[in-house]
């Protein structure tokens, strides 16, 4: 089944907030075999909503739309499908006095216009919504399902949950599919090198898809797969991961929901380490990310945001003479922040920081974005030099990213520098 989504709301529009609930909503349509197609975002306006509801019509078999079921003016949506579609709105006893209900239960009064949210198109089959007070509905028109959830991200989850996935299954029975998506996650090679060695599993086969993503310094290989139930998928997933393990594995870090961060956690657990950061450019960003595993008190031993000339003396014993002869930001000025990191907090592990995040800040032999990464185990001392492009945001997040990746791979290589 071809879908699409359409969400509600001018603050979209404005970016006040993220369209997050079109995210959820087409992995969630994957799993009932709608494959979307479109999303579509329209400010709460009647006739723009109106002329999206007919395009949709046109194209789609599933339209899912979000927001504008509240109380107020402004909450234009039951009205605009009801006459898109040329059906009335008929009041629904259960969810007025689930509306009235809400209402007591909190000490409230019921304002007027709270009425209206129990308004349904007539026919409808109604969603109920246990934790707001507007029902949603899905309403056939033409063999064509409009499912309609309001726009509070958690309301819309327990109601797709609870609600929509039952109708579904039901007017499914017999031609279930289930479309199903793995993440790999590499670091070390670059796009075009991942769009070379994988170019004939792009051309997309019948049943599975694979798609790429430059994300934070790492590439992001996708690959989707439809079946006719979850095991048939997930044999299908594993097949063309397979072949991409045997031509680009050596690159691979990680899987779905893993991040670098987790897995440096890990395999400090495991080997029963402990680290601790000295961070220039970064201010601090890399203990943050590192923190921001659960139970990082296992394996983090603290840091210093050593910003200043003075600081990087101070508290991590970068000499004057370092200082003076190389420059704070060198592979010298590098390698003593990750030894007094690890020397002057206890832990073995020492992992420095220390670039030009930009705008300002170059010099003749140092650009904006020159970055260098010491890492201290042991008394032995590694450090490597990066060049990132990008905003000053970009470049502090690239190092700390980056500086993690040092770690891990440290640390999966049998602690080999
Ligand atoms: P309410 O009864 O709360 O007014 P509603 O169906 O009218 O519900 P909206 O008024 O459109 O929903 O949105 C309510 C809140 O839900 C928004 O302020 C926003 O925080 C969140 N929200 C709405 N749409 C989305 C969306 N597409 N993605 C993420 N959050 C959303």
């Known amino acids: 089944m071809q879908g699409e989504i359409i969400a509600v709301g001018s603050e979209l529009l404005l970016g006040q907030i993220a369209n997050t609930n079109a995210a959820y909503l087409s992995r969630q349509a994957a799993l009932l075999g709608v494959d979307i197609f479109r999303h579509t975002v329209v400010g709460d306006n009647k006739d723009r909503l109106r002329q999206l509801l007919i395009e949709a019509l046109s194209r789609s078999e599933v339209i899912l739309i979000t927001g504008g079921l509240g109380p107020t003016k402004d909450d234009i949506t039951r009205e605009t499908i009801a006459e898109t579609l040329g059906i009335p709105l008929i009041e629904d006893e259960t969810s007025l006095l689930h509306i009235r ?19 349904i198109p007539q026919g409808a089959v109604v969603l109920r919504n246990p934790s707001g007070t507007a029902p949603g509905f899905v309403v056939e028109k033409d063999g064509k399902e409009i499912v309609v959830l309001p726009g509070p991200p958690s309301e819309l989850r ?25 993440i790999l996650k590499f670091w070390g090679i670059g ?48 097949g063309v991961e397979k072949i991409i393990r045997a ?31 000295a961070e220039s450019c970064t201010g601090g960003l890399l203990g943050s990310l590192i923190t921001d595993t ?124």
């Open 191 to 238: 796009e075009s090198k991942i769009d070379e060695a994988l170019s004939d599993l792009f051309e997309a086969g019948s049943n599975h898809s694979i798609a790429y993503l430059f994300q934070n310094c790492e590439v992001q290989v996708r690959i989707t797969a439809k079946g006719k139930n979850s095991n048939e998928a997930l044999r299908m997933i594993a």
């Open 294 to 417: 659960p139970g990082s008190s296992e394996f983090f031993e603290g840091g210093f945001i050593t910003y200043s000339n003075d600081a990087k003396q101070s508290m991590v014993g970068v000499s004057k003479k370092t200082i003076g002869e190389y420059g704070p930001v060198s592979q010298e000025a590098a390698a003593k922040m990750a030894e007094g990191a690890a020397k002057n907090s206890g832990a073995q592990i020492g992992i420095s920081i220390t670039g030009i995040a930009g705008p300002g800040g170059s010099e003749k032999d140092k650009p904006v974005g020159l970055v260098y990464i010491g890492l201290y185990w042991k008394g032995k001392t590694y450090v490597e030099k990066h060049l990132f492009m990008g905003s000053r945001e970009r470049i502090k997040y690239s190092a700390a990213i980056t500086a993690l990746h040092v770690v891990r791979k440290f640390l999966q290589s049998g602690n080999h520098f």
């Open 101 to 119: 209900q809400f209402f007591q239960q909190r000490g409230i009064a019921m304002s007027q216009n709270n009425q209206k949210q129990a308004m």
């Open 158 to 182: 327990m109601m797709f949950e609870n609600s929509v996935v039952p109708y579904f299954k039901e007017k499914c029975q017999g031609e279930e599919k289930v479309i199903l998506s793995r």
């Open 247 to 277: 031509r680009i594995g050596k690159y691979l870090f990680g899987a779905d929901d893993d991040t670098v961060a987790e897995i440096v956690g890990r395999e400090l657990k495991e080997q029963k380490m402990k680290i601790a950061v």
